[in-house]
């Protein structure tokens, strides 16, 4: 019986995990931009909907 | 601007009210009798339907999908409608939606108990109700969205973006995970084999707790907590960093179920990274919650509701801090397996989403009946059972799985195993004792709690049609200084929906599609073979009996594994397990290679009576195995099935696969006879036998087979 690693037959695996990292990073930096440049009256608008 | 006048509905509310009260005592004590079971296994009364590994599934199942997942849409149809100033979209979907979920959950029960099951953890509805579940899911969106559409409020409060995120991934995980091929009406075959099948269900798995019983329920947090505060959010701007990290990561870190299996170490480690970065939203969402009551503790002390939402909120905090602690491979290879993982759910399940629910329901029914509760007492009362139900029942199984799992790893001075598993399991019965101590007093705070809102609906009246007024959603909405493209989804629920879509979608995909290409490159292990016909009988006995929950079958690279058990697990050794048996939790030994360890007689009279094998021994008898034939009429459809799957059965095997069961079913007779065990030929028994027989036997048994392969013993593999 031979078992291979059959991981090593897929190449460039890394990318994977990399693109990954990546994908969530910049939409992660977006959103935080975005909360902190929004208006504030608006932000304070939508917070009080439940106790209208 | 004119004010329009309408009614909310609060009679799909109030029926999904009584499903949470009623689903909640059943599910309890589906819980309890399992409990009791570990350490009195004859409470089963010697019926196939009370055992344990039935009446574990009807447990989890009637505490996820009934209790919590009623009380989701109990909150989301009363906090929807308010936060979207309309009446739900239509009264005839939301009935069909209520009724339609609670058969499926009486059908789901009945079909458990008779071990009607696909073998997969939390999803173990047969095909039929797979696509019952499919079908009102979409009746629950059709409604939910059509609400969405009509509401008078131009902006979506972050609550909503936590129900569609829910909505969408749920759908997603529920329909990815559910794809198998029907044998007969109720069983079926999963469509993924092995290392696959066991990342699909894994991911399904996680995302179960992260998108049923998590993000709504952080859905209604956001919504009840403020109003029973009655102050806003903390932050709101917490609030949306919250949901876009939570549902981002979430979905990665499903493979931190499966540390140190046979599941490549790449997609091991992505999910290890995921699982700690959760630690930040889930924080981050605690602390929105805690730090709305600055202020306001001197509420808490006086309010039943506050109470409840206080101890939820921290122990979801506990639960999301150790879940990341248990997906770090060091911890993991102490935890896995052991009852850590059990007490570590309770955490959630007990104090994150019972406790959440009851606060919800203690705020509820005195609003919808015009009244105030019945009595605050009693609540309090509630409160302390339950909390310290919480703590007796998860401190003494955080002592068993630690304790355990150092007894597995302990050696001699000599380099022997110190222990013989029976003795790791005997050593924590009185931690199993304890642990149902305190799940009786959380049921017993349940009933208390049950007894107090029925007193509080009997001296109220319910309105079920509550009027309301709201100017109707205007076309020309006042212009803020600075508009950005979030402003633009969050007033849009469908392109909403298509953004969670795709930020839950890229992760599962990212995640899994590595490991399907796999398939056209794996060099299968050239000796594992497929299971012969009476094998596939006894498996499929294997996966009705639950024997999965009590037993894994994955040797881990662990020293201590590989002296136990054997040569550690290869991926390639499950090619042709449809659905994998990996397991989540020994209560009882691995048994990935039990196969040729012990003689037939062994496992006869093991299966007959454990105990008289391994003397206190908690595992239940199986009598019904030695009265119930093999039902042979199956095994064509059985072989047909799996070929559709592609497991390489030689064409037009399938008719003369019951002579093959034949022989092979006489031969194990045969042993069986030698140590003077009568047994009637076609019984259940043989085939179980004959199943654990096989199990990792084929990679043993590679280069004997090499050289005395027989045309007919391909398939019968050794």
């Keep these: ?52 | 601007m004119q004010v329009e006048q309408f009614y909310y509905d609060n009679k799909t509310v109030k029926r999904f009210a009584y499903a949470v009260l009623f689903w909640s005592i059943v599910g309890m004590l589906a819980g309890l009798w399992a409990s009791i079971s570990l350490f009195y296994p004859g409470i089963n009364l010697g019926l196939p339907a009370t055992t344990f590994g039935r009446m574990r599934p009807v447990h989890t199942n009637a505490v996820i999908f009934a209790f919590v997942g009623n009380g989701i849409f109990m909150g989301v149809y009363y906090s929807l409608q308010r936060l979207c100033k309309t009446r739900m979209f239509s009264d005839t979907l939301s009935r069909l939606h209520f009724w339609g979920w609670q058969l499926i959950i009486v059908a789901g029960a009945i079909t458990l108990w008779a071990g009607k099951t696909s073998g997969k953890e939390y999803a173990e509805l047969e095909w039929p109700l797979d696509i019952a579940i499919a079908v009102v899911w979409i009746i629950f969106g059709v409604n939910l969205f059509g609400t969405l559409i009509r509401r008078r409020e131009k902006h979506i409060y972050v609550a909503i973006w936590f129900y569609i995120a829910t909505w969408v991934t749920v759908a997603m995980l529920h329909i990815v995970n559910s794809i198998e091929l029907p044998v007969s009406m109720w069983k079926s075959y999963s469509w993924y084999a092995g290392v696959q099948d066991a990342l699909v269900q894994w991911w399904y798995g996680h995302n179960a707790v992260a998108f049923f019983l998590t993000t709504p329920y952080l859905g209604l947090m956001y919504y009840f907590l403020p109003k029973a505060a009655n102050r806003p959010i903390y932050s709101y701007r917490l609030s949306i960093i919250h949901f876009w990290a939570l549902i981002f990561i979430y979905i990665w870190a499903g493979p931190h179920h499966l540390l140190y299996t046979a599941l490549p170490d790449w997609a091991q480690s992505l999910g290890v990274v995921f699982s700690i970065m959760l630690i930040a939203p889930s924080w981050g969402g605690m602390l929105n919650g805690l730090f709305t009551l600055r202020g306001a503790w001197d509420k808490v002390r006086e309010e039943p509701v506050l109470k409840f939402l206080v101890v939820a909120i921290t122990c979801y905090g506990m639960a999301t801090f150790e879940g990341p602690m248990l997906s770090l491979k060091n911890v993991n290879a102490i935890s896995h397996f052991t009852d850590w993982t059990i007490a570590h759910v309770h955490i959630g399940a007990l104090g994150w989403n019972g406790f959440l629910t009851f606060g919800v329901l203690y705020w509820l029914i005195p609003r919808m009946w015009n009244t105030t509760l019945y009595s605050k007492k009693l609540a309090g009362t509630h409160f302390w059972i339950g909390t310290i139900g919480i703590v007796l029942y998860a401190v003494p199984l955080y002592w068993a799985g630690f304790t355990q799992s150092m007894m597995w790893k302990n050696f001699t001075e000599e380099g022997q195993l110190k222990f013989q598993f029976l003795e790791t399991v005997t050593h924590i019965i009185p931690m199993y004792v304890t642990r149902s101590i305190g799940g009786t007093l959380y049921l017993i705070g349940a009933v208390i709690m049950v007894y107090n809102l029925r007193k509080t609906i009997k001296q109220g009246y319910f309105s079920a049609n509550e009027l309301a007024e709201a100017p109707p959603l205007s076309e020309i909405t006042p212009i803020h200084s600075r508009q950005y493209w979030h402003r633009w989804i969050e007033k849009r629920p469908l392109q909403m929906l298509v953004f969670s879509l795709i930020a839950v979608a890229i992760g599962g995909m990212i995640e899994m599609i590595p490991t399907f290409l796999v398939k056209s490159n794996i060099p299968t292990i050239s000796s594992v073979k497929p299971y012969t016909p009476l094998e596939l009988h006894g498996r499929d006995i294997y996966v009705r009996e639950g024997c999965y929950l009590c037993h894994s079958q994955m040797v881990r690279p662990f020293r201590d594994e590989v002296a136990r058990y054997g040569e550690y697990s290869k991926a390639g050794e499950f090619v042709y397990d449809h659905p994998f048996q990996w397991g989540s939790k020994r209560t009882g030994p691995d048994l990935a290679r039990v196969g040729g360890k012990y003689p037939d007689s062994w496992h006869y009279n093991h299966m007959l009576d454990p105990a008289s094998m391994s003397p206190g021994s908690i595992m239940p008898n199986y009598n019904w195995l030695f009265d119930h034939e093999i039902d042979t009429n199956r095994t064509e459809n059985m072989i047909r099935a799996m070929q559709r799957l592609g497991v390489p059965y030689p064409a037009g095997y399938a008719t003369q696969a019951n002579g093959d069961l034949t022989s092979q079913a006489a031969a194990i007779k045969a042993s069986l006879k030698g140590d003077k065990i009568g047994v009637g030929s076609n019984k259940e028994i043989l085939a179980l036998i004959a199943y654990l027989q096989r199990l990792g036997k084929d990679i043993k048994a590679a280069p004997k087979e090499q050289t005395a392969m027989k045309d007919g013993q391909q398939i019968m593999g050794n």
């Design chain 1, 1 to 52: 019986m031979k078992f291979i690693n059959y991981l090593e037959t897929i190449s460039g695996i890394s990318i994977y995990g990399l693109s990954s990292l990546l994908l969530f990073g910049f939409i992660f930096l977006a959103m935080l931009v975005w909360t902190f440049r929004a208006d504030k009256t608006m932000i304070e608008e939508i917070r009080n909907i439940p106790l209208d």
